[in-house]
């Protein structure tokens, strides 16, 4: 929920009396997290917090070929977001052969009123709430309410969060198709969400053919690091809503010019314009111009941009991420463990 005029005082008076930072678990970090509640916290918070926070562009550092490191500091001297926040984060793709996830970190979060240490947090966990409820936020404004199937491709550790997010977001999506090169890991995904009784009334399989299923999906949610088109925009069905996660570089495309040159783009923010591979790839081919994007998620929330037009319209939606989102989650995960 959004910081009120009436907790403002006790946010700054606990900040104020804190002697030692505190380290939140991935464990406790789960219990206080849902993505219901991080999708909500960020539709009331994103309009003010997009204003007030000062976000740096990230650095990227690469480490090899494969693997890099990301900094994502952002600040804000605002009573009603009293903090600085940083994120290091590690990618090493290489790790799924290693049982490990591919992007792991730490986010730390100081006083912006004292430059106190107040919290460190697993950002590995944080990342993967925050992401996914970037994508089922979007996917209010952006996909049909009447939406029944949703194709995920990729069963990595991000597959499962936006499913919940999307199932969070569209109480109507029935089933769920999950593709991965791997079919295995995909139908093992499949199994776990179908065994934890969670989803009442909602159907998962996996499947090993993308070309085969992705032209039943209401919304197509990627999340890979596929250097090479994996869906094809001639596949997609009238109104269908594509959610773009995995690529965050220019070598990097989840989908083929024509996905882009159908559907109308919506970002998260605007470095999406200048490290999507599927968007940088498609400026510099004339597929799409600049100015023919739809609009960023902060302008879809205030009503400044409007979102989805028609049933038959297909939406696009790219997110990089940014340190708005990763300081609100940080935020929502540290005050509601200090009132605990």
Known sequence: MATTT???????????????????STETLCTILTHHTLMNHFQSTLPKASTILQTPIRQHHSLSPSSSLLLMPS????????YIGVKLVTHFP???????PGVQGSYVLFSSTTGQT???????????????????LASKYLARHDSEI???????????????AHLSAIPSLRKVIIWNRTVEKATTLANKLSQSGEFGGVRFEGCGCLDEVVGFGDIVSCATNSETPLVKG??????????????????????????IRRGKVFVDNETALVEAGELVGAFERGVIKKDEIGGSLVELVRGEKVGRISSEQITVFKSVGSAVVDMLAAQLVYETYTRS
């Open 6 to 24: 009436a907790n403002k005082d006790e946010i700054i008076s606990t900040i104020a009396s804190s002697s030692s930072p505190v380290f939140i």
């Open 75 to 82: 600040w804000s001297s605002s009573s009603s977001l009293p």
């Open 94 to 100: 290489q790790n799924s052969s290693l049982n490990l």
């Open 118 to 136: 107040l919290a460190s947090m697993d950002s590995t966990e944080l990342t993967l709430y925050r992401t996914s409820c970037v994508s089922g």
């Open 150 to 164: 949703l194709v995920m491709v990729g069963a990595g550790s991000l597959a499962p969060h936006l499913i919940k």
């Open 234 to 259: 001639e596949r997609l069905k009238g109104g269908a809503h594509l959610d773009l996660v995995g690529s965050f570089k220019n070598s990097m495309m989840e989908c083929d010019d024509e996905a």
